[in-house]
């Protein structure tokens, strides 16, 4: 390890003991400011995170995919550290997202998936992840799928939408507001909405029908892909979507643009920020459903649209890279590549993605997906690269969680918490660059219940709440609910196939204590 950059910010000396080799980028002098100043030099990494959503363990060629091929996001898992048990903080998009940018546990403030027209669920008077990357004086960017709420509670679409992003810490956002299935389907640029005319104005309903769209349920012959009764609310560019919407026409996103849309922004962030340490947060909307690939990729899978949009994340994730080397900025430039929650073939549209998938699994053959509180829901591909700090890359069985990232990259820039910030995430940064060191010994899976792991052993909390009707009626047990606990040895059973609870009555009180303890 050698001490290799030293700023002062904000008066106090930080060192970063990172294991960084020689990179210098004439361009990357930091500019002087109230908060920085006398500054030896700054050769603190930019941070992009790549996350895609409802992408699967099993759903790359790196590992496993033998149906399509990734080789972009490959290319990444080649040169950087390749992780096999590492998790999203929660098996679905709302209370992942949460966690990771907050530092703490969606069940404490009961994050779960929000309608299109939810208030911001963040505080946004409190510690957030980007707002610790403004302090220590990087500018930061959010282009992609939010779907964390926005506003107070009566947005009004056609004036500045806020409180969002940029209170949360965000420089710039370029931001589906939701879900591609929810409405408003229409992008939004930092406060507000791109393309209206205000002559006519959005409105929105997640109660009852409005506005002159035809809706899925009367008028299937408007449709791309037919949807269930959920899903067959306002029709859009022959989608029907979750929640009813009026006006807003010369807003209206296209499907099939949204990924060439998504990454010229990225791009454009990457370009205007290149000469200062920066943060990009990409969520994409892809592989969730509706999958409307563009004509690029429509067919090329073999697999249907769920393959086809596979293919799409993987040539977004190329152009995205690629610019980071083209402005010389790959090597000093920390990727985090990973997913929101595990795998799902139907969730409301008819796009075959079940009958499409022949051998192909996308879990990796990890129990459950997206939902579950076995480990596929949460147990997700991710991969780190770091050219000039990576200590050792390779394939690394370290146990953590996007929950972790905050702390982490906290010590990666040098900056401090402040008090209170991010209190469930841990410090793992030594295992984020260096694939032979561990990270956790125990860690949360939130689903419907919640999951404990503590090394190999994994428990799950019984559960006697209640769920949404689609999940019930679909799949509850399925998907891990039980009324009595379980427990998984994963050492002997990594695909959760043999309850042993009963035979461990003191570990299940051990695990539900500690668990009740973490809930504190
Ligand atoms: C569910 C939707 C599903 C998807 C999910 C959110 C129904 C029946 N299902 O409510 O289609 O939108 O929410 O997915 O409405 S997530 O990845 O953003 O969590
Ligand atoms: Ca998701």
């Not at 002087?32 to 790359?60: A, C, H, K, W």
């Not at 707002?131 to 939010?146: I, N």
């Not at 990457?270 to 509706?290: A, C, G, R, S, T």
Request: hydrophobic share 35%.
């Amino acid at each position: 390890m050698n001490i290799k950059h030293i700023l002062l910010v904000g008066g106090a000396l930080i060192a970063s003991v990172m294991g960084l080799s020689s990179c210098s980028n004439p361009d990357r002098e930091i500019s002087t400011d109230t908060q920085m100043n006398d500054v030896i030099s700054d050769e603190r990494p930019n941070v992009v995170i790549f996350y895609v959503d409802d992408l699967g363990y099993g759903d790359l060629s790196s590992y496993g995919m033998t149906a399509i091929e990734t080789p972009n996001v490959d290319a990444l898992a080649a040169k950087g550290i390749k992780f096999t048990d590492a998790h999203s903080t929660a098996a679905t998009c709302t209370p992942s997202r949460y966690s990771m940018l907050t530092g703490q546990y969606a069940f404490r403030n009961n994050a779960a998936i929000l309608p299109g027209d939810a208030p911001l669920i963040i505080d946004h008077t409190k510690p957030t992840l980007p707002k610790m990357f403004q302090r220590a004086g990087y500018t930061t960017g959010v282009v992609g799928k939010w779907h964390l709420g926005l506003g107070d509670g009566f947005v009004d679409w056609n004036k500045d939408v806020k409180p969002g992003p940029i209170e949360l810490g965000f420089d710039y956002s370029f931001l589906m507001p939701a879900t591609g299935d929810r409405v408003p389907t229409v992008f939004l640029e930092n406060h507000n909405v791109v393309n209206l005319d205000p002559n006519d104005p959005i409105t929105v309903s997640y109660e009852k029908r409005i506005g002159q769209r035809p809706v899925g349920t009367e008028s299937p012959e408007t449709l791309k892909q037919t949807a269930d009764l959920q899903h067959s609310a306002t029709v859009v560019n022959g989608i029907s979507r979750i929640g009813w919407m009026a006006g807003g026409k010369s807003a209206e996103w296209v499907d099939e643009d949204i990924p060439l849309v998504f990454t010229d922004k990225a791009i454009s962030f990457i370009q205007e920020n290149k000469n200062q340490p920066f943060m990009l947060y990409f969520p994409f909307h892809d592989i969730h459903v509706p999958r409307v690939p563009n004509k690029m990729f429509a067919g090329k899978s073999g697999m249907g649209p769920r393959g086809d949009a596979i293919l799409q994340m993987d040539w977004m994730t190329g152009r995205i890279v690629d610019e980071l080397k083209k402005q010389g900025l790959y090597d000093n430039t920390l990727i985090v590549f990973s997913s929101d929650n595990g795998p799902v073939m139907d969730d409301g549209y008819n796009d075959q993605a079940e009958e499409l998938r022949g051998d192909h699994d996308p879990a990796g053959g990890f129990k459950g997906g997206k939902y579950s509180a076995y480990e596929a829901g949460t147990r997700v591909p991710m991969i780190v690269t770091y050219p000039n700090g990576l200590i050792q890359n390779g394939e690394s069985d370290a146990l953590l969680s996007h929950i972790d990232l905050y702390a982490s990259f906290a010590e990666l820039i040098g900056a401090t918490l402040e008090r209170g910030a991010a209190s469930d995430s841990v410090n793992v940064l030594p295992a984020l660059l260096d694939s032979r060191l561990s990270a956790r010994q125990e860690m949360l899976e939130e689903s419907f219940t919640l999951s404990l792991r503590s090394g190999d052993w994994k428990y799950i909390e019984p559960f006697n709440g209640q769920t949404p009707d689609w999940l019930v009626n679909k799949t509850a047990i399925a998907n891990g609910l039980q009324t009595s606990a379980q427990l998984f040895d994963l050492s002997q059973d990594k695909f959760e196939k043999n309850n042993v609870a009963e035979q461990h009555p003191e570990l299940v009180a051990k695990f539900q204590a500690r668990l009740n303890a973490i809930k504190k």
